[in-house]
T-cell receptor
Framework: GEDVEQSLFLSVREGDSSVINCTYT??????LYWYKQEPGAGLQLLTY?????DMKQDQRLTVLLNKKDKHLSLRIADTQTGDSAIYFC???????????FGKGTTLSVSS | GAGVSQSPRYKVTKRGQDVALRCDPI?????LYWYRQALGQGPEFLTY????????KSGLPNDRFSAERPEGSISTLTIQRTEQRDSAMYRC?????????????FGPGTRLTVT
């Protein structure tokens, strides 16, 4: 089945760009997602990309997908302290019934 | 509009008791999902409903766990004879359709603690 791996921590300064990386094993995942989890809050869907796309941009967020290497990244431009959170990468399973999540990357933004 | 709601937000129960966790999806969403999230981990899939039909329950860990969605809207996840290892955040999500982009929107979760 699908396995999703992420680096656990990332620390950046306010105003810098953040890049959070993810690798996945199931090449048949049709959609790949990024979720944000703030302390005490639910999971917020940030963005997603269809597997036939290489890039998707949404305001400060840029998603890059390298399907050959099964590598997904989320770039946050002009990172703010409010971006401090845990970011989860997730792939849709083959049956289309479930998201398979990584363990999450904790982003810490210092001013 | 209203998002996914879950109740209770926090539940403390003694080992051996049964618990029922409720999920109210976004109005009109036909698909509903349950996940479990342990501390320091990502959510893990438990089960999936399309309308009232439970179409995938492959993630339910054992037969103490069950879920229903009798009228295709509100869902209840029931854990019988709870054990300490059942302590986790239980998250519910809904999506507008079983096809398309499968965007799943999550509720705030129920934090279950089994003592």
């Amino acid at each position: 089945g699908e396995d999703v791996e992420q680096s656990l921590f990332l620390s950046v300064r306010e105003g810098d760009s953040s890049v959070i990386n993810c690798t996945y094993t199931d090449s048949s995942s049709t959609y790949l997602y990024w979720y944000k989890q703030e302390p005490g809050a639910g999971l917020q869907l940030l963005t997603y990309i269809f597997s036939n796309m290489d890039m998707k941009q949404d305001q400060r967020l840029t998603v890059l997908l390298n399907k050959k290497d099964k590598h997904l990244s989320l770039r946050i431009a002009d990172t703010q302290t409010g971006d401090s959170a845990i970011y989860f990468c997730a792939g849709l399973n083959q049956a289309g019934t479930a998201l398979i999540f990584g363990k999450g990357t904790t982003l810490s933004v210092s001013s | 509009g209203a998002g996914v709601s879950q109740s209770p937000r926090y539940k403390v129960t003694k080992r051996g008791q049964d618990v029922a966790l409720r999920c109210d999806p976004i109005s009109g969403h036909v698909s509903l999902y349950w996940y479990r999230q342990a501390l320091g981990q990502g959510p893990e899939f438990l089960t999936y409903f399309n309308y009232e039909a439970q179409q995938d329950k492959s993630g339910l860990p054992n037969d103490r766990f069950s879920a229903e969605r009798p009228e295709g809207s509100i869902s209840t996840l029931t854990i019988q004879r709870t054990e300490q290892r059942d302590s986790a955040m239980y998250r519910c999500a809904s999506s507008a359709t079983g096809g398309g982009t499968y965007e799943q929107y999550f509720g705030p979760g129920t934090r279950l603690t089994v003592t």
